[in-house]
């Protein structure tokens, strides 16, 4: 009960520092009775966080299993759409930018990367080792994280009237895709074909003149 309402006002729209006796009076406690729980706000706000991040891997790991079969195009849409979602609604991009303590921006920012980052990898690997993507893995891996936070903290999404999830998701098409599409492929979509096509293979640059 302590950790869900913490969550409730530490992570509400436009809230700023909130206090144990903030807390306590949303509770209907005393600080006391909370501090038995937790020795202090760094280790509440911790618990809070291991809450979070907990749904959001309970997330990323639904996108994954849907999107199972799909062509791999789909697949990474999918995992970035819902990763992008849930770190906006937690705010982690803002957290690991300076609210709170240096501790607790650490946390964050390992957590980012074990339940989001490791998993992007893998799916960039993955898709390497298929032979869909000829770009080296771990800089499709950098461009997108670049990508996430930064459309996490920018204004452009505000600025389009977009989601930060809806830009990633074109960031995404415009990597994986290319900026400029061949003038005969008309309206692409997600497949693998279409990645085939328009980004050329190991074997494709092999073949000589």
Known sequence: MIVE????????????R???????????????????????????????????????ERTLTAAAQDAQGQ?????????LLAAGSELGRIGAAQLAAGRGDAMLRQYVEQRVDTVVYRR??????DGHRQGLLPAPPELLSEITRGALERLLTSQLPRELDRTAA??????????????????HSGHPGTGDEQLEAVIPTARDEEVGP
């Not at 144990?20 to 009775?33: F, N, P, V, W």
């Not at 809806?166 to 003038?183: H, N, S």
């Open 5 to 16: 309402a913490a969550g409730r006002l530490f992570f509400a729209p436009g809230s700023v």
């Open 18 to 56: 909130v206090s144990m006796d903030d807390l306590a009076r949303e509770l209907g406690m005393s600080k006391k009775t909370i501090y038995r729980h937790f020795p202090d706000k760094r280790s509440l706000l911790a618990a809070v966080l291991d809450r979070q991040f907990a749904a959001v």
């Open 71 to 79: 062509p791999f195009g789909v697949r990474v849409q999918r995992f």
């Open 120 to 125: 992007l990898d893998e799916l960039f690997r």
């Open 166 to 183: 809806d830009l990633l998701r074109a960031t995404v098409d415009t990597v994986l895709y290319g900026a400029i599409r061949p003038a």
